[in-house]
C-alpha cells in the first residue's frame, strides 16, 4: 500500500500501469490454493457417500450430491478463469483493458481479483442483463 503517495502527479488510478509480474504472482498463489481446496473437496465426497448414504433420506443425499456437484462446477470455472488470466497477463498486449468498452479496468479492481474481464460499468451493466 505505499503506492498510494506516488499518484498524485499521475492524475488519477485507472491509468496506473498494471504491474503483471504482481499480478501473475497473485493468479498463481489462488491457483495453487484452489488446488488444495479441491483435493481436499474431492476426498470428503467420497467418505460422504460411504458413510452417510444409509442414514440419510434420499432427497437429503441428493441435496447433498448437488451441492457437492455445484460446488466442484465453481471451482473449476474459477480454476479456467486463472489459468486464462495467466495466459492473457503473459500473453496479451489488451490484458487489464476491458472487453466490452476497451477502457483500462481499474488496478485496484485487478489486484483484487486478477480474471476480471471488464471494468466496473460494464460490469455491472453485464449482471443487469
Ligand atoms: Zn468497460
Redesign the pocket.
Known sequence: MPYRQHNSRSGGISRMPIDRHQIRNLLLSRREALSRESALNGTETIELDQTRVGRLSRAEAMQDHQMALEMARRHEAMLEAIDEALDRVDEDPHFGL??????P?AAERLALDPTQR??????S?RERG
Open positions: 476491458c472487453d466490452d468498452c476497451g477502457e479496468i471488464c471494468c466496473v460499468p460494464c460490469q451493466a
